[in-house]
């Protein structure tokens, strides 16, 4: 199987497994880590999640990967940037809320309040949302293509 395909097949894979388990509100999400059992297991499958959809557009499109043209470099650029986003968004939401369970409150203070709350929605919903624009951009851009070369 060729290293691509191998690619595709595993971030897809863990891409549903983990949007199953969330649609489906697994006890497996509230799976406590750790000896003070204040991290749950959830946050790592959202991460592995959030981090295997984009790399599921890098794997599966190859104009992506191996861009040509202006068009493709800049659609490139975007998919590298969401995925450096997704394997930080882990560390910046500990960073926003202060804490592993990712509770925000109603403090005065930057972290863990409000403000903080909605960066870490942007981020958590910004990432899936991103990455399908950019599956939509492309399909566009062939259905573009092959028009042309009728």
């Known amino acids: 199987m060729k290293k691509n395909t191998l690619g595709l097949f595993l971030s897809l894979s863990i891409f ?14 509230e799976y406590p880590l750790g000896n003070n059992d204040t991290i749950p297991l959830g946050n790592f499958i959202t991460w592995a999640g959030l981090i295997a959809l984009p790399m599921s557009l890098y794997w599966g499109i190859g104009k992506l990967r191996r861009p040509q043209g202006s068009t493709y470099r800049t659609l490139s650029a975007g998919l590298k940037f969401l995925i450096l986003l997704s394997l930080l968004w882990l560390p910046v939401s500990y960073g926003l809320s202060g804490n592993m369970n990712f509770n925000f409150g109603g403090t005065t203070s930057f972290q863990g309040g409000q403000t903080a709350m909605t960066l870490f929605w942007g981020l958590s919903l910004g990432i899936p ?21 009728r």
């Open 16 to 29: 549903v497994l983990s949007v199953y388990l969330l649609v489906t509100s697994s006890p497996a999400l």
């Open 129 to 149: 949302v991103t990455s399908f624009f950019l599956l939509f951009l492309h399909l566009l851009l062939e259905a573009f293509h092959r028009l042309k070369n």
